[in-house]
């Protein structure tokens, strides 16, 4: 029963263009939802957040957008990097509970 | 501030062996989390801790898998006895959500073990 999907295994941009990564949830009762990103051999690391109050958290080259009605949120970088090449990962969940379901990642390289 | 911190890095065992995982989370972290994440899948919850006092194991195969944190502070994850799914990432992040509000998950460089 995966509650967060992230149908898109993976992402070729090239550097200096949009990213836009997509996440999908099946839970109408998740009201937090977070953005991490891995580097191979290492542990998640900690990018933005979003609150169901809001439709749009910016953090400098990073913006997550949030559509309730549709369950859907997305990451944009501008302008990528060879640098944010790396498995991004959405998370979701009850903010209340501090328990959160993962989406299986999205792999985004960035080309030179 | 120094990170979340886990032991060993690698680990092989044949299937049917036992295996344990350790975990320091950041000082002052009520919160700890292991996570299992089997490649090509995102982390799956184990178990949540608040402080010493376990939140949600709901997830955790309770026949094979056991996890404590005594004293509130670093943890031990057990599996006896391994089988070969068990092969995966065993993340362990702490989060201070349980004291201050900010849910922010802190992950540490995990535990690759592999079951042969």
């Known amino acids: 029963d995966q509650q ?44 933005i957040s979003i609150s169901s109050i809001k439709d749009k958290n910016e953090d400098g080259r990073f913006t ?22 790396a498995v991004y990962f959405c998370a979701g969940g009850r903010k209340n509970f501090n328990k959160f379901y993962f989406g299986s990642g999205t792999k985004l390289n960035v080309k030179p | 501030e120094a990170g979340v911190a886990q032991s060993p890095r690698y680990k092989i065992i044949e299937k049917r062996q036992s295996v344990a995982f350790w975990c320091n989370p950041i000082s002052g972290h009520a919160t700890l989390y292991w996570y299992q994440q089997i490649l090509g899948q995102g982390p799956k919850l184990l178990i949540q801790f608040q402080n010493n006092g376990v939140v949600d ?6 026949d094979r898998f056991s996890a404590e944190r005594l004293k509130g502070v670093d943890s ?17 992040a702490s989060s201070s959500a349980g004291t201050s509000g900010m849910n922010e998950q802190f992950f540490g460089p995990g535990t690759r073990l592999t079951v042969l």
């Open chain 1, 64 to 85: 997550v957008f949030l559509n309730k009605s549709a369950k859907h949120l997305s990451l944009h970088i501008v302008p990528s990097q060879p640098g944010d090449s």
């Open chain 2, 76 to 92: 031990t994850l057990k599996i006896q006895p391994a089988k070969l799914e068990d092969s995966a990432v065993y993340l362990c």
């Open chain 2, 57 to 62: 194991d709901s997830q955790l195969p309770k």
């Open chain 1, 4 to 47: 967060v999907k992230q149908n898109s295994p993976s992402l070729s941009v090239q550097e200096g263009r949009i990213s836009i990564l997509n996440c999908d949830y099946t839970n109408s009762m998740f009201d937090y939802f977070l953005w991490y990103k891995k580097y191979p051999a290492e542990g998640p690391t900690f990018l």
